[in-house]
């Protein structure tokens, strides 16, 4: 069965303390890993698409990496706006275009 | 820009009645899909759509139905509304079937029922 975990679930950040959250995968095959932002009360916001091991994406201050079993999302030098729940989710190759989502890490950049 | 509207951002509905979720994407998207979002579960798949007049049940369709007659607009369906279905409702669409093509988000309704 795919599976994603996300860990932690919860992360709490001093405004420009860098930190790292995970996305562990378990899938028949990978076609795609995607990472999202989502706000409170909202709907989830595009952020990144990594296809092939060893693949990194930046924006801003996130950089999303990828292995064969993991990806990361970097937050460099956080500020207060980067608080958010971050979403990976991933396509297997026997999934057609369905996402299987991980739980989410709640992150929250105090000032 | 991809843009995904849902006709509704809070919705209050009582035990039995019908509901009608609709969803419009403006970018000549194939595939369009609807999720539940609920504390702890995450995100999860209804149904979703590869094409007009065609629909796949997700993981979670019992007592859901969707309708899609035009490219652009794909409609969730509560046939006879319980608790347990209040939840957030989020619509997606994305380009094409086939390989992983991002899935873009509308802004999600909040649906309560009493």
């Known amino acids: 069965e795919d599976q994603v975990t996300q860990s932690p679930e919860a992360l709490r950040l001093q405004e420009g303390e860098s930190s790292s959250l995970n996305c562990s995968y378990t899938v028949s095959g990978l076609r795609g890993l995607f990472w999202y932002r989502q706000d409170p009360g909202k709907g989830p916001e595009f952020l990144f698409t990594l296809y092939s091991a060893g693949e990194e994406k930046e924006k801003e201050r996130l950089k999303a990496t990828l292995t064969k079993k993991e990806s990361f999302l970097h937050i460099t030098a956080p500020k207060p706006e980067d608080s958010a729940t971050y979403l990976c989710?991933?396509?297997?190759?026997?999934?057609?275009?369905?996402?299987?989502f991980g739980g989410g890490t709640r992150v929250l950049v105090k000032p | 820009d991809v843009k995904v509207t849902q006709s509704s951002r809070y919705l209050v509905k009582r035990t039995g009645e019908k509901v009608f979720l609709e969803c419009v994407q403006d970018m000549d998207h194939e595939n369009m899909f609807w999720y539940r979002q609920d504390p702890g579960l995450g995100l999860r798949l209804i149904y979703f759509?590869?094409?007009?007049?065609?629909?796949e049940k997700g993981d979670i369709p019992e007592g859901y139905s969707v309708s899609r007659e035009k490219k652009e607009r794909f409609s969730l369906i509560l046939e006879s509304a319980s608790t347990n279905q209040t939840s957030m409702y989020l619509c997606?669409?994305?380009?094409?079937?086939?390989?992983?093509?991002?899935?873009?988000f509308g802004p999600g309704t909040r649906l309560l029922v009493l």
């Open positions: 997606a669409s994305s380009f094409r079937r086939g390989g992983a093509e991002t899935q873009y």
């Open positions: 759509s590869y094409d007009v007049k065609m629909k």
């Open positions: 989710a991933v396509v297997p190759k026997a999934a057609g275009n369905k996402l299987t």
